[in-house]
C-alpha cells in the first residue's frame, strides 16, 4: 500500500471506531467501507520490470485511448480508472531533467482536451535515451504528488509518483521509437513494454 493511504485512512478508522463504540452501525460500516477502499485504491505491487535500454514500459496501469500523431512522433494516452493501480513509474532509466507543474482545467481524463488544456505535471527521464511523459489530473484527480525530484537518477521501473483518484498519462514518443501496443489494449506500469527503440543503421 503506497504511503500517502495513510493520510486518508487514519481518520476514517478513527472516525468508524468512534461510531461503532457509540453503537451508531451505519455510519461505522460506511466509514469502514470507505477505508476498504482506500486501501484498494492506494494498493501498490511489486513489479518484475523488463531489462534493456531499448525499451520503454508504462508509466502507468490503464487502458490506451489513443495514439497519434504529435510534433514529435507520437502522443500515447493512457486513462487511469478508479480501479487502476496510481502509482505511477519511471518508464526508462536515467536522470529526471525536467519535472515541471502546469495549472490547468479538471476535464474528464479520456477527454482528448485534457492533454492540453488539464493540470498535469511533466517529466522528462535522461540517460541513454531520453523520453517525456506528463501525469495528466482529471475530474476526479485533484493532486499529482511527486515521490522523485529534479535531478535524481531513476531506475526504469521505478516509483516516480502518485495520481489521486482517476487521471491520465501521456507518453511522447521519439519518431525513432517503434510503438508496440495498440489503441485500447491494457497495460500495467513498469511492466508492459510500450515501445522499442528502432537499431541505429
Not at 504511503?3 to 460500516?29: I, K, T
Not at 534493456?52 to 508504462?58: D, I, L, N, Q, R
Request: hydrophobic letters at 50%; a positive charge.
Amino acid at each position: 500500500m503506497a504511503r500517502d493511504a495513510w493520510y486518508f485512512l487514519l481518520p476514517l478508522l478513527v472516525l468508524a471506531s468512534v461510531a461503532l463504540v457509540f453503537g451508531l452501525w451505519v455510519p461505522g460500516l460506511i466509514l469502514l467501507f470507505l477505508g476498504g477502499f482506500v486501501v484498494f485504491f492506494f494498493r501498490d505491487p511489486d513489479r518484475s520490470v523488463p531489462v534493456g535500454v531499448e525499451t520503454a514500459v508504462s508509466p502507468a496501469d490503464g487502458r490506451v485511448i489513443s495514439i497519434e500523431p504529435a510534433e514529435h512522433g507520437h502522443r500515447l494516452s493512457i486513462f487511469l480508472s478508479v480501479f487502476n493501480v496510481h502509482v505511477n513509474r519511471a518508464p526508462i532509466g536515467g536522470e529526471i531533467v525536467r519535472e515541471e507543474y502546469k495549472k490547468g482545467k479538471f476535464l474528464l481524463a479520456f477527454d482528448a482536451r485534457a492533454s492540453v488544456e488539464n493540470e498535469q505535471l511533466v517529466f522528462t527521464i535522461r540517460g541513454e535515451r531520453e523520453l517525456t511523459f506528463a501525469l495528466i489530473a482529471g475530474i476526479l484527480a485533484r493532486r499529482i504528488v511527486p515521490w522523485k525530484k529534479l535531478g535524481e537518477k531513476v531506475n526504469k521501473g521505478d516509483r516516480i509518483a502518485l495520481i489521486r483518484f482517476g487521471s491520465r498519462v501521456d507518453m511522447m514518443i521519439p519518431p525513432d521509437c517503434e510503438i508496440l501496443v495498440r489503441k485500447g489494449e491494457k497495460v500495467y506500469a513498469g511492466r508492459s513494454i510500450i515501445a522499442r527503440w528502432r537499431e541505429k543503421p
